[in-house]
């Protein structure tokens, strides 16, 4: 469960003011808004990688707000959805388990099965370059998952894909999440995409967020 309670944020002239948001335990929750609404800027707290101003984030009962990234548990795909150029794909989907203290084994077992369940297992022994774009975007959400957190967070992760691939990634998405049971805080633009993976859907508009 991730609860956001009056969160505060100020970056320069941008301002977000007592935003609160809930999403209950394994329900996919989605939040919409224009460009530069601060849909990242939200993410990007939760994760730990903008301080807020005052404020609670909770995840899983937990006040996270003063804790470190690393320390939050989560899994993040940024919309960049960037690799480690020099690690292969299935190197960089166990990165995450190694670094948590998995042994090399159940890490590598891990990132095979979710490259099969996400389509990728073709791709392990590859390295970043060549791939396309939602090759990428597939091996960044295994990466974000391998370590098995209860919370994604994933920012705008479909927007760089054609309509087809965007299909395809939607259906792969829908099912893990049905399979493995985490949290989601997905963030788009696109009605059409919050209609298809969204169980609670949000908007931010003018600083202000509201549910859909």
């Keep these: 469960m991730i ?26 929750g989605v939040l919409m808004g224009s460009s530069g609404s601060g849909k990242t800027t939200i993410v990007e707290s939760i994760c730990g990688l903008k301080k807020i101003k005052s404020g609670k984030i909770i995840l899983d009962g937990i006040d996270v707000t003063n804790f470190r990234p690393g320390d939050r548990h989560l899994g993040y795909v940024p919309q960049e959805g960037v690799l480690f150029s020099t ?21 590598f077992e891990r990132a095979e099965e979710l490259a099969d369940s ?31 957190p209860n919370l994604v ?16 990634a939607c259906s792969l998405i829908k099912k893990l999440h049905q399979q493995e049971n985490f949290t989601v805080l997905h963030i788009t633009h696109s009605a059409s995409e919050a209609k298809l993976m969204g169980d609670h859907v949000f908007r931010i508009s003018e600083g202000k967020l509201k549910g859909v």
């Excluded at 960089?92 to 190694?98: C, K, V, Y």
């Excluded at 967070?153 to 395809?168: G, N, Q, T």
């Design 87 to 107: 690690m292969t794909v299935k190197e960089q989907i166990a990165f995450g388990p190694i670094v948590r203290g998995w042994k090399k084994p159940a890490a």
């Design 3 to 28: 609860s956001l309670q009056n969160i505060s944020i100020k970056l320069g002239q941008f301002t977000l003011e007592n935003v609160s948001l809930e999403i209950p335990e394994s329900k996919y």
């Design 153 to 168: 967070c994933l920012d705008e992760p479909l927007s760089s894909l054609d309509e087809d691939s965007r299909e395809k």
């Design 118 to 148: 996400l389509e990728i297992e073709h791709l392990l022994s590859r390295k970043p370059a060549g791939l396309s774009g939602g090759e990428s975007q597939r091996v960044a959400l295994a990466r974000a998952l391998a370590s098995k």
